[in-house]
């Protein structure tokens, strides 16, 4: 159907969904054949997907619509980095995107659903968002006075071989309360060799200004 449309050289290209219902070996293919045809033809594709990862791999822009409106327009760099809400970041796949439920300018801290960070570098200028980096989250193994210091329940592990990583999803819920420990989860990335760490395992971090970024 690809070969058909182009018969007739057209200057745009329009595919809905073109991997829809394929098995991961032939999407890989046909995501390489369009990537080699696009270069090729030196012709603007529309590519329409719901499967972020897609658009990452194929476009060199990429404009988030959500509930029919236009949201955000930029290099998937810029919309990973620099999202404008809290709906494009969840839509961009980032991971560790929460609502700030409120802001104390006396003890300057925010307010999240799992509890509170307190800003020491950062200003607060009214921002709706709060993306913490899970590279810069520091795991604690020993008590600290630090005012960041959250307890938390290790969900799972991912070993990442080609970046050296394990991705920890921990549970940042109140222990004690079913409802709320089902519902808050944090990714935190750390060195494979960093700390030997198991599912199930109870541990503490921190978040310091640097892990944030808020908008």
């Known amino acids: 159907s ?7 050289s057209p200057k745009i290209l329009l595919l809905d ?3 829809h219902n394929l098995d991961a070996q032939i999407k890989d293919q046909i ?14 594709i529309i590519f ?20 029919g409106k236009m949201r955000q327009f930029g290099t998937s760099k810029e919309l990973s980095f620099l999202p404008n809400s809290y709906d494009v970041a969840k839509a961009m796949g980032l991971p560790n995107v929460f609502k700030i439920n409120k802001f104390n300018r006396d003890s300057n801290y925010i307010e999240l659903d799992f509890g509170k960070i307190y800003l020491k570098g950062i200003e607060y200028n009214g921002e709706k968002t709060v993306l913490i980096n899970p590279n810069n989250i520091k795991v604690e193994v020993l008590d600290t006075s630090d005012k960041n210091i959250f307890h938390c329940v290790i969900e799972g592990i991912i070993f990442d071989i080609l970046t050296s990583k394990q991705i920890l999803t921990v549970n940042t819920g109140d222990i004690n309360d ?10 935190i990335s750390l060195n494979i ?7 199930n395992q109870k541990i503490k971090f921190c978040i310091n200004d640097d892990s944030l970024q808020l908008f």
């Open 2 to 8: 690809i070969l058909r449309a182009l018969a007739n």
């Open 17 to 19: 969904e073109p991997f």
């Open 31 to 44: 995501v390489n054949y369009i990537k080699k045809l696009q270069s090729i033809m030196n012709i603007t």
């Open 48 to 67: 329409v997907t719901h499967d972020i990862k897609e658009a990452k791999l194929l476009a060199d822009k990429i404009l988030i619509l959500i509930e």
């Open 178 to 187: 079913k409802k709320s420990f089902n519902e808050h989860y944090l990714d």
């Open 193 to 199: 060799e960093e700390l030997k760490l198991e599912k």
